[in-house]
């Protein structure tokens, strides 16, 4: 036995809950094991479920691009390139679907803040702060519930790519460099939309104040 098959043993003799995305998914494309398969979906489901119900607006649309991100996982598997992180694969697979389900369901197209899968409180708080940051920016006077009925609506009126990376950054937490890699573009495309998206959402917010004064 070499010494590298030494150190494959004593990975292997580990609980899964302790290996790396990226080595469970090297194990399962070598044995195929159920298992393996069920960590890497227990890791995600919660917040894949919740980005794509929040994208989406509909739970059923969710569940369908849910079901056929890991089925792509089973699927294609060997495809993944261990040198990269599993995160930002899984939800350019999620994306990619969910970009497709919206197209064919345009009547249902929408962001949703308070679906189920997750408390959006300090996530809204954080966006308000950075589209609002003048310190006497009215949004104080807005209690959390108001923030995200506003924020809500306002997202809805951005356009998709837009939406698509405030969701990504802003409410579940990647990277620039992993939301890149989600959408396929270079790092310096997410910034700009970013900015672009903070400079339509501030837009929204000085008209409607300003419409109400």
Known sequence: MTIH?????EHTSLPLSVWTDEQLVERYRETGEPAVFSEIVRRYERELYSYLRRYLGQAEMAEDAFQW????LHLKCDQFDPTRKLR????????????????????HR????????????????KLI?????SEDAPSSRLD???????????????????????????FQGLKY????????????TVKSRLHAAITKLTDQWDQQHSENE
Do not use: C
């Not at 702060?129 to 940051?133: A, E, K, R």
């Not at 009925?149 to 837009?162: C, D, F, K, Q, S």
């Open 5 to 9: 098959d030494s150190k494959n043993d």
């Open 88 to 107: 930002p694969w899984l939800y350019m697979i999620a994306t990619n679907k969910a970009i497709d389900l919206q197209r064919r369901n345009r009547r």
């Open 144 to 170: 959390d519930a108001e923030k995200s009925t506003w924020l809500r609506n306002a997202l809805g009126n951005l356009p998709e790519h837009l939406q698509l990376v405030v969701n990504l950054v802003y």
């Open 110 to 125: 929408m962001i949703s803040l308070n679906g189920p899968g997750g408390n959006f409180g300090e996530e809204t708080g």
């Open 69 to 72: 991100t890991f089925l792509q």
């Open 177 to 188: 460099r992993e939301a890149a890699d989600v959408l396929a573009v270079p790092v310096g």
């Open 129 to 133: 702060d950075v589209v609002l940051s």
